[in-house]
């Protein structure tokens, strides 16, 4: 287990440069998990006979990606980010890539940033393609969880939202300080395990928006699991109740999902 609890010691987060541009592995790991969001809708699509078009999934994708992406960076600056007051009036700030001359990428994501921001692409792009949002959503719910994989993996390999300080002899040294790999717990739970439930469900699926509903359900489950092993957010620390951030939102999250699960039951109509 040496190489393994040492691995940040090993191990470079730059994967490659380009023009003196340093292109770290969490970059290629958001790419390569958008690449298989998409390939996986479209594989679904083809295997479950569904109309919709290679076109229309390419262009929603951009729409998405658009909303997720600025989802992600306001929220992590509105919930989490110390200096929210500083980029609220310089939002010029938000998305630049460099400090103090040196290029450093963008960092801070927020997932329930990224939830919002895509629903609001979602609801946007069905509206102006008229298309059955609730059934877009179940497609989404269906391809997401492996590209969340990948994800969590780059959190990982970035050496970002580190887990909580353990003695369990598969931890990893960070600063010294012997810790649950959490994103990798993250990275199995809330995304290979949520793909193979929804995966295998999807047959029984009774009404359109039933497998968003479940993914947002099961989501929450694994992240409020999973934050017990997660380092709290820096300058957030626990919220109440020794309770996280990302656990109070994962609460909110999850009775949205049981609200909305059983308000649509209750509405089907074969």
Not at 201 to 208: D, E, G, L, T
Request: hydrophobic share 50%; net charge positive; with cysteine.
């Amino acid at each position: 287990m040496s190489w393994w609890n040492n691995i940040y010691n090993n191990f470079d987060p730059v994967a490659f440069k380009i023009f003196g541009l340093s292109v770290h592995w969490y970059g290629v790991m958001y790419v390569l998990a958008l690449i298989l969001a998409l390939g996986v809708a479209k594989l679904i699509v083809k295997f479950d006979k569904m109309n919709i078009s290679d076109s229309l999934l390419d262009n929603y994708f951009f729409w998405v990606e658009i909303g997720v992406i600025l989802g992600a960076r306001i929220g992590y600056i509105v919930i989490y980010d110390p200096n929210t007051f500083y980029y609220l009036t310089h939002p010029w700030q938000i998305f630049n890539p460099f400090y103090n001359g040196e290029f450093i990428g963008i960092r801070g994501m927020s997932y329930h940033g990224a939830v919002i921001g895509f629903l609001i692409a979602t609801i946007a792009f069905c509206r102006k393609y008229k298309q059955n949002t609730l059934a877009l959503l179940d497609l989404c719910a269906l391809s997401i969880p492996l590209g969340y994989f990948f994800g969590r993996i780059g959190n990982f390999l970035n050496q970002e939202l580190v887990g909580r300080a353990t003695d369990v002899s598969w931890g990893i040294y960070v600063a010294g300080i012997l810790r649950h790999p959490s994103q990798i717990y993250e990275a199995l739970l809330e995304g290979i395990i949520i793909f193979i439930i929804l995966f295998f469900y999807r047959k029984f699926k009774k009404f359109n928006g039933e497998l968003i509903a479940m993914y947002a359900i099961f989501y929450t489950l694994a992240r409020f699991i999973c934050e017990f092993y997660r380092e709290p957010d820096f300058g957030i620390g626990f919220v109440f109740l020794n309770f996280s951030m990302g656990q109070i939102l994962s609460f909110i999250m999850f009775l949205c999902g049981i609200f909305i699960f059983f308000f649509l039951k209750k509405n089907y109509t074969k």
